[in-house]
């Protein structure tokens, strides 16, 4: 199972960036992609989570109302879609996948991991 993680950058407060995580040696679609983060001196951090079969998304409190996952299953591929970017989300954003189904707010449920994709908010 391979993750591929792409759609980083740099944008000013205020704006937008899509993040996709595309899937592939997986059979099922019975399985959550996460979406963590880590800044600089901080901790890994789940943001948020979708399951592939039924599009059941959860996020973290800081980001909702501001972030929206989608998935498109035919493509095995999963969306984050960020807006309203505030500098506190520069970080460097994986994306991971549950085989179990279930997804997790814990790093270690997931088991398989993309490279990470940097976002920086700044102006």
């Known amino acids: 199972v391979q993750l591929q993680a792409l759609g980083g950058g740099s944008v000013r407060p205020g704006g937008s960036l899509r993040l996709s995580c595309a899937v592939s040696g997986f059979e099922s679609d019975r399985y959550c992609v996460g979406w963590f983060r880590q800044a600089p001196g901080k901790e890994r951090e789940w943001v948020s989570q979708i399951s592939m079969d039924d599009g059941r998304t959860a996020y973290t409190d800081s980001v909702k109302g501001r972030f929206s996952m989608s998935r498109d299953s035919a493509k095995n591929t999963a969306y984050l879609e960020m807006n309203d970017l505030r500098p506190e989300d520069t970080a460097l954003y994986y994306c991971?996948?549950?085989?179990?189904?279930?997804?997790?707010?814990?790093?270690?449920?997931?088991?398989?991991w993309g490279q990470g994709t940097l976002v920086t908010v700044s102006s």
């Open positions: 991971a996948a549950d085989t179990r189904g279930y997804g997790s707010w814990s790093a270690s449920d997931y088991d398989y």
